[in-house]
T-cell receptor, first 112, second 111 residues
Framework: DTEVTQTPKHLVMGMTNKKSLKCEQH?????MYWYKQKAKKPPELMFV???????INESVPSRFSPECPNSSLLNLHLHALQPEDSALYLC???????????FGPGTRLTVL | QKEVEQDPGPLSVPEGAIVSLNCTYS??????FMWYRQYSRKGPELLMY????GNKEDGRFTAQVDKSSKYISLFIRDSQPSDSATYLC???????????FGAGTQVVVTP
């Protein structure tokens, strides 16, 4: 199984809502990533988890809160987002060392 | 100056032609080089991965890395309309998995 799955596919939320994005992989990878991608731009790294511990936070605002409950799951908790946070949120996984990263299909988030 | 430069295109080619894509970079510490394909509104798909300099072939795809020139290329032979997508180069210097992406080149293959 070489698939990374993400739910939901689409999410619309207001600025006062709390929602969560979910990511799952069963490739035995122990590194997982969250990226944000705006239209016609490359993905921007947000967070890296290595062995279920947060290893990189790219100065992401606290309204984004990652969580790695186990080696297969990665969540991104969202609270009090701004309209400019609307984007495609991508999850990826890899072996620790991170060379070949495998991406999920993404969650398209719209903040009203 | 960006660490990784990639022409955003669009690059339009007729079906059956060779698609030639490239990226240049400035950080000599980059050792791992990848090409991703991304269809509209989908996640990136890993196409090719190479370590250090050299060539790698996989079906219709050939990746080349020239570290002395800080230049990487991707060639797609016998292009098909289904190859129409954005192609992103990515590279990494260290073991933490932080990839540096190019801007992505939009490719359009016309029937």
């Amino acid at each position: 199984d070489t698939e990374v799955t993400q739910t939901p596919k689409h999410l619309v939320m207001g600025m006062t809502n709390k929602k969560s994005l979910k990511c799952e992989q069963h490739m035995g990878h122990r590194a997982m990533y969250w990226y944000k991608q705006k239209a016609k731009k490359p993905p921007e790294l947000m967070f890296v988890y290595s062995y279920e511990k947060l290893s990189i936070n790219e100065s992401v605002p606290s309204r984004f809160s990652p969580e790695c409950p186990n080696s297969s799951l990665l969540n991104l908790h969202l609270h009090a987002l701004q309209p400019e946070d609307s984007a495609l949120y991508l999850c990826a996984s890899s072996q620790v060392g991170g060379r070949e990263q495998f991406f999920g299909p993404g969650t398209r988030l719209t903040v009203l | 100056q960006k660490e990784v430069e990639q022409d955003p295109g669009p690059l339009s080619v007729p079906e059956g032609a060779i698609v030639s894509l490239n990226c240049t970079y400035s950080n000599s510490a980059f050792q791992y080089f990848m090409w991703y394909r991304q269809y509209s509104r989908k996640g990136p798909e890993l196409l090719m991965y190479t370590y250090s300099s050299g060539n790698k072939e996989d079906g219709r795809f050939t990746a080349q890395v020239d570290k002395s020139s800080k230049y990487i290329s991707l060639f797609i032979r016998d292009s098909q309309p289904s190859d129409s997508a954005t192609y992103l180069c990515a590279m990494s210097a260290n073991s933490w998995g932080k990839l540096q992406f190019g801007a992505g080149t939009q490719v359009v293959v016309t029937p």
